[in-house]
């Protein structure tokens, strides 16, 4: 079946823009997280959504928001873009089951470069 | 959120010799402990994971071992080879709320 799709996969945003990122979840997985990945700072978390809502979130600032919609679908927003917002945005989708969740599947990412 | 430590943050061995990275959290509640490795321009993908109640898991040259008590977990790779260099990271979850460590650099030398 299809995995985590992504897009776009590259960006080039200028600062002080704003960009939307999409992801696609596995078929039947309803929880999306999105993670910001920079070299040396591991994969920071963002935000989960389950059911269009969302139930946590990272410590990042105002300008980081998302949604997700009825079909699972999600999109990430990042306002008034920074140079330090330059990373590779990964989301991941997963299965809830008994008391946790199950298949927790990154997608290939999508590389913003803000310049 | 959960807090997750990971160490080291770099790691060489030389090929056929072991490997072991180590995870601590902070959240009793954490139930899901994954491990995922991320090969340069590539994707996390899972490799192994164990959940609260088991104590160790292995499959083939990998394995994992939980400790609830002392709130930590790690992840071993036996007979290493040059292809097992990658970036490893450990995770915890409270349900769906997944926080990983900050990731362990592996360098296999044949």
């Known amino acids: 079946k299809a995995g985590v799709t992504q897009t776009p996969r590259y960006l080039i945003k200028t600062r002080g823009q704003q960009v939307t990122l999409s992801c696609s979840p596995i078929?039947?997985?309803?929880?999306v997280s999105w993670y910001q990945q920079t070299p040396g700072q591991g994969l920071q978390f963002l935000f989960e959504?389950?059911?269009?809502?969302?139930?946590n979130k990272g410590n990042f600032p105002g300008r980081f928001s998302g949604r997700q919609f009825s079909n699972s679908r999600s999109e990430m927003n990042v306002s008034t873009l920074e140079l330090g917002d330059s990373a590779l945005y990964l989301c991941?989708?997963?299965?809830?089951?008994?008391?946790?969740?199950?298949?927790?599947?990154f997608g290939s990412g999508t590389r913003l470069t803000v310049v | 959120g959960e807090n997750v430590e990971q160490h080291p943050s770099t790691l060489s061995v030389q090929e056929g010799d072991s490997a072991v990275i180590k995870c601590t959290y902070s959240?009793?509640?954490?139930?899901?402990f994954p491990w995922y490795k991320q090969e340069l321009g590539k994707r996390p993908q899972l490799i192994i994971d164990?959940?609260?109640?088991?104590g160790e898991k292995k499959d083939q040259r990998i394995a994992v071992t939980l400790n609830k008590t002392a709130k930590h977990f790690s992840l071993h790779i036996t007979e290493t080879q040059p292809e097992d260099s990658a970036v490893y990271f450990c995770?915890?979850?409270?349900?769906?709320?997944?926080?990983f460590g900050a990731g362990t650099r592996l360098t296999v030398k044949p």
């Open positions: 959504y389950f059911s269009e809502t969302q139930r």
């Open positions: 959240d009793s509640a954490s139930n899901y």
């Open positions: 078929s039947g997985h309803r929880s």
């Open positions: 995770a915890a979850s409270i349900v769906d709320d997944m926080r």
């Open positions: 991941a989708s997963s299965l809830f089951v008994a008391g946790g969740i199950d298949g927790y599947t």
């Open positions: 164990i959940r609260s109640n088991v």
